[in-house]
């Protein structure tokens, strides 16, 4: 019998192959290393384009990976130094213990290593996208560090919309079957704090159908679905962290404690772009909102890309590759 496989060189080696999908030579153009941040962390990372390049770093969102991002990176390096990480406590990173128990601590948990990366590579000025939950974090980065944000790509971000202060939701259409067994799931998932992880590894059939769950959640194409599920699914196997965040982030509606759109109203020198898909789920009224003011920003764009979701750099690598090239 051969030598058993451990779960990180499973994910590795996984992690090499879908790499290999992004058309980049894997030897030869793309760096993975992981950034010592202090004590026993760091942050995994990958890394390609000419270090000459100006600066792009990509931050995954809720329970995903830097690698979500492999579909658009050989297009940005073309123009981009590109990093793409893996968040504190989430995909390849390491997994602290994280006990936080309110919003501002969970926040400064990411910020923080974040910064201690950023001074670890030797970074000064950036351009910072964001996908969902990583964009919700690489907002609050901007807010914290400005001087070092040069501009802001904000991709499908969750919660964006200020519905604190009262304001009225809009109608939403008629739930589909998929969208009735999602909200009974997300429910499920907020009420008792269940993270990607512990369902994986302490729930057996709610595991396996997890993986089935994810299929359709991610609405990826045929040919890579399968890998890049696998692929997520043995990250979930690695210890519980920070996913934990989410459930002091938002409420079961998406709704965020802190939301994006009044510190976005509030930028003065960093220059906003916000994508959604036209086929997305994820709340855009608060980016309509600023959009749509009397008196037009220069530093703000709101772009929906077509044929797209949630998962814009899955759905659409090209037109979204497009305008981050711009």
């Known amino acids: 019998m051969g030598n058993k496989i451990d779960l990180n060189t499973k994910i590795k080696m996984k992690e090499r192959d879908i790499?290999?999908?992004?058309?980049?030579?894997?030897?030869?153009?793309i760096d993975v290393y992981d950034v010592p941040i202090g004590g026993d962390d760091y942050i995994h990372t990958i890394r390609c384009g000419n270090k000459n390049k100006e600066v792009m770093v990509l931050v995954h969102g809720y329970g995903s990976t830097g690698l979500m991002y492999f579909r658009i990176i050989k297009e940005l390096s073309v123009k981009y130094r590109v990093y793409s990480i893996d968040l504190l406590g989430m995909g390849m990173s390491s997994r602290p213990k994280f006990d936080y128990k309110n919003t501002q601590e969970s926040l400064d948990f990411f910020i923080d290593s974040i910064e201690k990366w950023r001074i670890e590579e030797g970074l000064d000025q950036f351009i910072l996208t964001g996908h969902s939950f990583g964009g919700y974090v690489s907002c609050h980065y901007a807010k914290r560090n400005p001087n070092h944000v040069k501009k802001l790509f904000l991709i499908s971000p969750m919660g964006f919309t200020n519905y604190i202060d009262g304001r009225k939701k809009p109608n939403v259409p008629k739930p589909t079957m998929f969208d009735k067994i999602n909200n009974r799931m997300t429910l499920k998932i907020f009420k008792d704090k269940l993270t990607n992880c512990h369902i994986v590894q302490k729930m057996c059939l709610a595991g396996c159908f997890f993986k089935s769950y994810m299929k359709m959640w991610l609405n990826m194409p045929a040919s890579i679905s399968n890998i890049t599920t696998d692929f997520l699914i043995l990250t979930f196997k690695r210890p519980e962290s920070s996913e934990k965040a989410l459930f002091l982030f938002i409420n079961s509606d998406y709704d965020a404690f802190y939301p994006?759109?009044?510190?976005v109203k509030n930028f003065e020198d960093i220059p906003v772009t916000v994508f959604y898909g036209d086929r997305d789920w994820m709340d855009s009224v608060g980016a309509r909102s600023i959009?749509?003011?009397e008196v037009k920003r220069n530093d703000f764009e709101l772009i929906f890309i077509k044929n797209a979701g949630h998962q814009i750099a899955i759905h659409n690598p090209e037109d979204l590759a497009a305008c981050l090239l711009k």
């Open 19 to 29: 790499l290999r999908l992004s058309g980049l030579d894997v030897d030869e153009e």
């Open 260 to 263: 994006l759109e009044e510190i």
């Open 291 to 293: 959009a749509d003011q």
